[in-house]
């Protein structure tokens, strides 16, 4: 993975009720492109949109911290999604995604049910679907106009101002022919939330010179976590935060305390 060398601030997110913010920031040259979920429902044609407020460099830093809102359960009760939620006639309907892209950094970060899969080792095919989705991210802030969420029909087509299912395709469609659907079942089982970078390799440039040339392979792909969104609470876990379960550790720790207890009585009654 491409080793960031910047120090990065990992914030919280601020996402209250109808709050709002200057704007979706989806051209930065740096890491600083922020992340958006959308929830669409093919029965509604309708989208829901929301500026997460967490950006790109602050989830590579940091990705439990960055996004430690999700990690507690994100309550979404904003006038936008109220107005969704209440057309939602059946849950299998309804699909939601959440994406960033870093154009510049040929990389991006979003859900998935499986993991990226690279398509070819010795391209970086990750540059197009970084720019597919920053490219989404500017349709989605013009629909926001300057708020924090949005709702909007499928038509009109165009302008496009975030509108998921405007190709009429899935969202995968967004991705500049991206293997990977980023789409997730909502209220439906946990859905991975992957990032997808590159490296560098000294590779021959088919004219014998040897140079630096960004490579993508299955070793540049990272689970961060997953994502679970039932009724109104989207909730993010880190990768390994459950491999030990409290129930589980709390059991062991009694198991040894009891252990130790018997070993004392032992000694006390040989003594």
Same mark, same amino acid.
């Given at each position: $993975? ?9 914030? *919280?997110?601020?996402?209250?009720? &109808? ?15 922020? $992340?958006?979920?959308? /929830? =669409? ?14 950006? =790109?460099?602050?989830? %590579?830093?940091?990705? !439990? ?6 990690? !507690? ?6 006038? #936008?999604?109220? +107005? ?14 959440? *994406? ?8 991006? %970060? ?5 993991? %990226? ?6 391209? /970086?095919? /990750? ?10 991210? #500017? ?9 924090? !969420? ?10 496009? %101002? ?9 969202? +995968?469609?967004?991705? @500049? &022919? ?8 909502? @209220? ?30 299955? +070793? ?5 976590? !997953?994502?679970?969104?039932? @009724? ?25 305390? $009891? &252990? ?12």
């Amino acid at each position: $993975m491409k080793k960031f060398t910047k120090t990065m601030l990992a914030t *919280a997110l601020l996402v209250g009720a &109808g709050a709002a913010n200057a704007t979706l920031v989806s051209t930065s040259t740096g890491t600083g492109n922020e $992340m958006f979920l959308s /929830v =669409y429902d093919s029965v509604q044609a309708k989208t829901y949109n929301l500026d997460l407020n967490v950006t =790109y460099g602050q989830i %590579i830093a940091n990705p !439990s911290t960055a996004l430690s809102a999700l990690t !507690s359960g994100l309550t979404l009760s904003d006038s #936008s999604w109220t +107005s969704f939620a209440a057309g939602i006639t059946s849950n299998a309907n309804v699909n939601y995604m959440l *994406a960033v892209g870093d154009a510049a950094d040929k990389s991006f %970060i979003s859900t998935g049910n499986t993991a %990226i899969t690279p398509l070819f080792d010795q391209t /970086v095919t /990750v540059d197009p679907a970084a720019i597919a989705i920053s490219n989404h991210a #500017s349709e989605i802030n013009t629909g926001l106009a300057g708020g924090n !969420s949005s709702l909007i029909n499928d038509l009109p087509a165009t302008p496009f %101002i975030g509108q998921l299912n405007h190709t009429g395709n899935p969202a +995968s469609a967004l991705w @500049g &022919g991206w293997s990977q659907n980023p789409l997730a079942a909502y @209220g439906g089982p946990a859905t991975g939330l992957w990032l997808a970078g590159f490296h560098l390799t000294p590779l021959d440039d088919g004219l014998g010179n040897i140079v630096d040339t960004p490579v993508f392979t299955a +070793s540049d792909v990272t689970k961060l976590g !997953s994502l679970t969104f039932t @009724g109104n609470t989207l909730t993010f876990t880190a990768a390994g935060q459950t491999a030990v379960p409290l129930p589980a550790a709390v059991w062991m720790f009694g198991a040894g305390l $009891m &252990g130790i207890l018997r070993a004392n009585r032992r000694k006390s009654i040989a003594a």
